[in-house]
């Protein structure tokens, strides 16, 4: 009798290990997000794009809120700022000279001293989100609720002197994130062709019909009713 109850708890135990690792899995799964290598171009997939080749954008210029529905800031309140590798002062554009690379010449980056960059959805909450990113270091991108929840995630290995951009995105479900966050171990990294359906506007509610002005419009109707029936 000793003997089965002991093998009864030995696969008891089993099945709760099992249990644990496979929930864990799972778990991992939800908030894997999706990395492409090797690209040099965001296709969107039917999501709002936005580019950083703006002509009116120049080197050095805040984007901060800039752009409809999105808000940027670093890890201080700072602005993200846009680089432009036609100005010949940065660390490209490879190829053929530096270690970064962008699709086209201006990208977003955090500027100096700033060790992650933060951007809010201000019209509402959204279910996707991508980039491309050029990093020495690698890069997270990490997307919230308005709780500050991790809902998915993405990694991006170092991909510098490639002349190849990283895609990194993350989704859920449902529209549920309410802002997403981007770091690496020390600033090296930029972004650039951000694509998401976040709302580029806020939205307008139709106001509701006032229910005092039902009972006087059919007042009033009744009272054009009986005198179209009164005898002339």
């Known amino acids: 009798m000793r003997i089965k109850i002991r093998k009864g708890i030995h696969m008891l135990k089993i099945l709760f290990i099992l249990s644990t690792v496979i929930s864990l899995t799972l778990v991992q799964a939800a908030i894997a997000g999706i990395v492409v290598p090797g690209v040099t171009t965001n296709p969107c997939d039917g999501k709002r794009f936005m580019g950083f080749e703006e002509p009116l954008?120049?080197?050095?210029?805040?984007?901060?809120?800039?752009?409809?529905?999105?808000?940027?800031?670093?890890?201080?309140?700072?602005?993200?700022?846009?680089?432009?590798?036609?100005?010949?002062?940065?660390?490209?554009?490879?190829?053929?000279?530096?270690?970064?690379?962008?699709?086209?010449?201006?990208?977003?980056?955090?500027?100096s001293g700033q060790s992650q960059g933060r951007i809010d959805f201000t019209y509402g909450t959204a279910a996707y989100f991508s980039l491309l990113t050029s990093t020495e270091s690698g890069l997270i991108l990490?997307?919230?609720?308005?709780?500050?929840?991790?809902?998915d995630s993405a990694t991006a290995a170092p991909n510098p002197r490639t002349g190849w951009l990283t895609r990194l995105t993350v989704n859920v479900s449902s529209p549920q994130i309410s802002y997403i966050k981007v770091h690496d171990t020390g600033n090296f990294f930029l972004l650039d062709d951000i694509c998401t359906d976040a709302p580029a506007e806020p939205e307008t509610s139709i106001p509701e019909f006032p229910s005092i002005a039902v009972p006087i419009i059919s007042a009033v109707g009744l009272m054009i009713l009986i005198q179209r029936k009164k005898p002339r």
């Open 142 to 151: 990490e997307a919230l609720d308005e709780n500050n929840n991790v809902l």
């Open 57 to 111: 954008w120049k080197d050095k210029d805040p984007i901060a809120s800039t752009i409809p529905g999105l808000q940027f800031t670093t890890t201080d309140g700072y602005d993200w700022i846009i680089g432009d590798f036609a100005t010949g002062l940065y660390n490209g554009k490879f190829p053929p000279r530096g270690r970064y690379t962008s699709d086209g010449t201006k990208w977003a980056w955090l500027g």
